[in-house]
């Protein structure tokens, strides 16, 4: 085979997983400090992902980790992927705050703030992390899924971080997860039928990065997730976390 059709055809196999049906179970706000501590309803997931032989990937806000609950450190370190587990941990800020200037427009941790303040966030953030629970993030998320021209080049300060989800599309470093469809109606509800409505019209293919705050969930809400996951399973979706599906989509196929 010629040099230049071999390439051809890695690319053309690259993209051929990528657009598998694949989905990634996007699930926010972990907390493990003494103050603030991991929601049940993270728990409750996990258990549900290892019933199902299934993954799940979890953000979390590291400031909670100044003050680490011992806990709810353990419960990371037993179910993270790296040990065994079944989810992929990723980087989701500092703090997670949203404030209003002086002048009153609204910024948020990583849009509005300089490039140095970003960076410092996402170093302190990824550094503590690893300190308390021994692992490394590779995938980040922006609190509220805000961000700026500053955090493209702030990301640097993290090299570790080549996985972006919901990031710009104008970023050349890191592999970028856009947004799909949405299980929740507003934040912590979800909603089957409305999912399914979605779903039913827009007939998704390729990845499915779905967004939840699991924390927030009442039953009523896990329960339409679970519904929502039996059906993606049934018209054969395949899940992974967000790493898995980065270095599934790079691989070409066998020969």
Known sequence: MRPLAFLCLLTLTGLSAAEEKCVVWKLDDVK???????????KRVAEWAKAEKTVVTMGV???????PNAADVAW???????????????????????????AGKTAWEFKGPDQATQAKHLKDAADLFTKTTGLSFHVFGAPYNQNDDATIAAMDAVPALSIWMYGPKN???????????N?????GKVSYEKFAQDYTAKKPTGLMLLQGHAGMWSDES?????KIAALLKKDGWTTLTASQYVNRAAKPAKK
Do not use: M, Y
């Open 32 to 42: 493990a400090g003494e103050q603030k501590r991991l929601a049940p309803g993270f």
């Open 61 to 67: 806000i590291c400031d909670s980790l100044a003050q």
């Open 76 to 102: 990371i370190k037993a179910n993270a992927i790296e040990n065994g587990g079944v989810i992929e941990f990723w980087h989701h800020g500092w703090d997670h705050k949203s404030w209003t200037d002086a």
């Open 171 to 181: 970023d050349p470093k890191r592999q970028v997860l856009g947004r799909s469809l």
């Open 183 to 187: 299980i929740e109606v507003a934040t």
């Open 222 to 226: 896990f329960q339409d997730f679970v």
